[in-house]
């Protein structure tokens, strides 16, 4: 294997069109600083999104602590039983877990799988909106919103939440009903009558 020498090497011919090496370099270095000294689009979106989210919140925060009777609630602390409240509260929970997981099911069928801490996460997510819009729809629309974004199927989305909301009420029925009629005397007749037409006129228009 030879070795060729530098007097063997072919010379480059220097043309007068070609730039010196310091010249490449120095415009190097000002492609460089003039795109570190302006600050990227998508960071900047970044924080105003961020901006508009935080002041949503100290809005809604504000909305919530102003609506909130202070004094009753002063007043009634002392008089709380800590069994009955720590049962509440746990029953309150596993009542989310089980309405997260009846909707895991109604999304896996929609072939959307989404693991369940993250639907318990959007599920108390929508209870808080419903605490703050006017109708008690608002939570719904937020699920099916943040579902929909994050696996790209809006239609399915949507539909897991209304029917979500159809088998909520066909299992209230299950229950209310048979306790209706088996503890009639302690309902007023006239709560018990419009319960009935209520139910009546949802399964119709659900029928239709």
């Not at 746990?90 to 072939?111: K, P, R, T």
């Not at 790209?152 to 939440?161: K, Y």
């Amino acid at each position: 294997m030879s070795i060729l020498t530098p007097k063997e090497l072919i010379p480059i011919e220097k043309t007068p069109d070609m730039p010196e090496a310091s010249e490449i370099l120095q415009e190097c270095n000002k492609d460089t600083t003039s795109e570190g000294s302006q600050p990227p689009k998508g960071k900047r979106a970044g924080w105003l999104k961020f901006g508009l989210r935080l002041g949503c919140t100290i809005v809604l925060l504000a909305f919530l602590l102003k609506s909130i009777s202070w004094s009753a609630i002063l007043h009634s602390i002392p008089h709380l039983d800590d069994g009955v409240l720590l049962i509440g509260i746990a029953m309150g929970l596993l009542g989310v877990i089980i309405s997260a997981y009846q909707w895991q099911s109604l999304l896996d069928a929609e072939y959307m799988h989404i693991d369940l801490r993250r639907l318990v996460n959007l599920y108390l997510v929508g209870i808080a909106f419903n605490h703050f819009l006017p109708t008690g729809m608002g939570g719904d629309m937020i699920k099916a919103y943040y579902v929909g974004k994050e696996e790209g199927n809006t239609v399915g989305a949507a539909s897991a939440v209304i029917m979500s909301r159809v088998t909520g009420f066909m299992g209230m029925l299950f229950i209310s009903v048979p306790a209706l009629f088996i503890w009639y005397a302690v309902f007023p007749h006239n709560l018990a009558i419009t319960f009935l037409l209520a139910c009546l006129i949802m399964c119709g228009a659900l029928a239709g």
